[in-house]
Each structure stands twice: as C-alpha cells, then as structure tokens.
C-alpha cells in the first residue's frame, strides 16, 4: 500500500493507494510547515511515500525527515517531465510547469486519453489544455479567488470589513461584496475562455479548493468536480 501525498500552498491531502485505487484520503492544513502535518499523519503501515508539492526544493530536507520518522520510508517525489505515457508537456522548460499541474493533467488523461481542460481553483487559478493526441496545449495562471480579493482590498483606501463566504451571480451592494463578486466573475470568465480554448470535445474537470465555490456558477454543463485530481494523477505517477 502505498500513502501519497499532495502539498499545495495552504493544505497537505493525502490518500491510501492499493493496485492504483485511492482508499481513505483526507486533507489537513499545513500552516506553512508540511514537515509538521506528515509528523501529525496516522501511521498506517505502508510500503511506499509518494510526494507531490509546490513548496520549492528547499523544503524537502525536511519532508524527508518527516517521512522517514514517521513511516520508516525513503520519500520519493512526483517531478514534472516532458512527457508521460503520450502525454506531453507544452513548456519549452518542462521542469517549470508547477508539478501539480501536471499531474492533474496525467490525472485527466490517464482516465479518458483524450482532449481535457483542467482547471485548478485554489490560491492561484490554473487552467491547462489537452488535445486529442496528448499534446499538452498551454496554459493560463491567475490569481484564486481569495487572493484577488485580498490583493484588491489591500490596496484601496476603504476601511474593509470581514471576507464573507457567500457567492452568487449578482451585483454587489458594498464594497466587500463587489471585491467578491469581481473576483468571482473574473475566475468564470478565465475559466470558460478556457473551456472554449480547449474545444467542444474536451473533458472537463475542476479541482481545488474553491471548485465547490465555482462550479454552481459555471453556466455551461459538463464539468466534473474532482477534489483529488492531483491524487489521482500521482497514483498513476507512482505506478509507472
């Protein structure tokens, strides 16, 4: 059995994998220290640690550390490639697209092996294309839905009040609701220029922290919530 692992900006997800299934998985936040939240894990027997993350390289002294404390294993780490069984990576410096991204890819074409867009909604909003053939099409990066939020508020010269939580397809009626309902529309808009960039053919899927938050609001059908995407794409990573 093994446990992988998925170390984002704000959270670590995790989940147990036997002959390329997920089992138990959940999801804890890391606070800025990973090494920590894989000290905090259940210390399930297991055979194997599979690591994916965006903290930088720095970082994995100590995730190592952690992994060998806590489980008695050699961690062994997700990287992006040129290529993964056909499927093949648009960037001219493949080691640069953000590894995350690129498992969710390898998530959505090992399932369908076909045209996907994939689209990643957490501190940053990614959105990434496949055609038909596996070739990887690009990309967009843009700021979350938080993190617009905040960046906006922060530099205005209102006194602003407490984020709410609540979404919807209106206008705003003070100034926090506006910032919310702007960054709102500008993640949709990203998002469905996307889909139409990808083609009609394409599968598509959404993962991510705030794709609960999005997807009501996505006016064309069709999207596949996918909480553990990158999960999914890491067992098919480990197994190959």
């Known amino acids: ?34 090494a920590r939240a894989i000290a905090a894990l259940s210390s399930t027997k297991i055979d194997a640690v599979w690591i994916s993350h965006v903290t930088g390289a720095a ?5 190592t550390d952690a992994v060998r404390t806590r489980f008695q294993q050699t961690a062994r780490y997700a990287r992006t490639g040129s290529e993964w069984q056909g499927l093949k990576n648009a960037y001219r ?21 076909g045209a996907a867009c994939v689209v990643d909604a957490g501190t940053a ?32 010269r209102f006194a602003t009040r407490t984020l709410s939580a609540s979404y919807d397809g209106d206008f705003g009626n003070d100034t ?10 500008a993640c949709l808009g990203a998002i469905e220029h996307g889909r139409t960039l990808a083609g009609t053919s394409a599968a598509c899927m959404l ?18 919530h996918q909480p553990l995407l990158v999960l999914h794409g890491l067992c098919a990573f480990a197994d190959s």
């Open 93 to 113: 410096e493949p080691e640069r697209l953000g590894v995350d991204r690129w498992l969710a890819m390898i998530a959505a074409w090992h399932a369908h092996h």
């Open 59 to 63: 970082s994995e002294a100590a995730l």
């Open 176 to 185: 926090e609701s506006c910032v919310r309902q702007g960054a709102m529309f």
């Open 125 to 156: 909003l990614t959105i990434d294309a496949i055609d038909a053939s596996g070739q990887h099409q690009g990309g967009i990066i843009m700021a979350g839905l938080e993190t617009q939020q905040r960046a906006v508020l922060g530099a205005t």
């Open 207 to 224: 993962t991510g922290g705030d794709a609960a938050t999005l997807l009501p609001q996505l006016t064309h059908g069709g999207w596949q």
């Open 1 to 34: 059995m093994k446990l992988l692992i998925d170390i984002g900006n704000t959270r670590l997800k995790w989940a147990l994998a036997r002959d390329g299934m997920l089992g138990e998985h959940g999801s804890i936040a890391h606070e800025g220290e990973p």
